[in-house]
């Protein structure tokens, strides 16, 4: 299967999960890509298979690469891990071996970020119990009271009262 992908003078890329077709279209131009187009992981030996070929790989979260899984990929040049860390990936064999290896270190900084203060509003502005009325039917639109009086205990003991602050 590789020996008709693979053309002689272009690298061969092994992408081991989903990407978006402009990333494939990208390598594509400039080398021979093999990809997997499931959203399925690929098995460690299918991996491994197309791997002993390859000149890179992409890989992902649920893959991981130790000393075995290099043994068998003489070509191997660089791993481009599309992760923030590498907790499964052996980085000292890979040096050991001349084998690049990146990671994406601010890859989840923005996302994570962002639902951090997503969750905040939700819990704050009590989104979740104003959902559930909505959709149990028993909203009957706004009333000049507080509906997060009605549908929530009140948040800080503190509060004059024993309600909730504004």
């Given at each position: 299967?590789?020996?008709?992908?693979?053309?002689?003078?272009?690298?061969?890329?092994?992408?081991?999960?989903?990407?978006?077709?402009?990333?494939?279209?990208?390598?594509?131009?400039?080398?021979?890509?093999?990809?997997?187009?499931?959203?399925?992981?690929?098995?460690?030996?299918k991996?491994?298979?197309?791997?002993?070929a390859?000149?890179?790989?992409?890989?992902?979260?649920?893959?991981s690469?130790?000393?075995?899984?290099?043994?068998?990929?003489?070509?191997?040049?660089?791993?481009?891990?599309a992760?923030?860390?590498?907790?499964?990936?052996?980085?000292?064999?890979?040096?050991?071996?001349?084998?690049?290896?990146?990671?994406?270190?601010?890859?989840?900084?923005a996302?994570?970020?962002?639902?951090?203060?997503?969750l905040?509003?939700?819990?704050?502005?009590?989104i979740l119990?104003?959902?559930q009325?909505?959709?149990?039917?028993?909203?009957?639109?706004?009333?000049?009271?507080?509906?997060?009086?009605?549908?929530?205990?009140?948040?800080?003991?503190?509060?004059?009262?024993?309600?909730?602050?504004?």
């Open positions: 299967m590789l020996a008709r992908i693979h053309s002689p003078g272009r690298p061969l890329v092994v992408v081991t999960h989903q990407v978006h077709e402009q990333v494939k279209e990208l390598l594509a131009s400039r080398c021979a890509v093999v990809a997997n187009d499931s959203v399925e992981s690929w098995p460690r030996e991996i491994l298979d197309l791997a002993q390859a000149d890179a790989l992409m890989l992902f979260m649920p893959d690469v130790d000393e075995q899984f290099l043994q068998r990929c003489p070509r191997l040049k660089i791993i481009a891990a992760l923030k860390g590498y907790d499964n990936f052996d980085v000292a064999a890979c040096t050991r071996r001349g084998v690049w290896f990146t990671i994406a270190p601010d890859l989840l900084s996302p994570t970020a962002e639902l951090t203060l997503g905040i509003l939700g819990i704050t502005r009590n119990a104003g959902d009325l909505v959709r149990s039917g028993r909203f009957r639109g706004w009333r000049p009271i507080s509906v997060r009086q009605r549908i929530a205990r009140p948040h800080c003991r503190n509060c004059r009262h024993g309600q909730t602050r504004p």
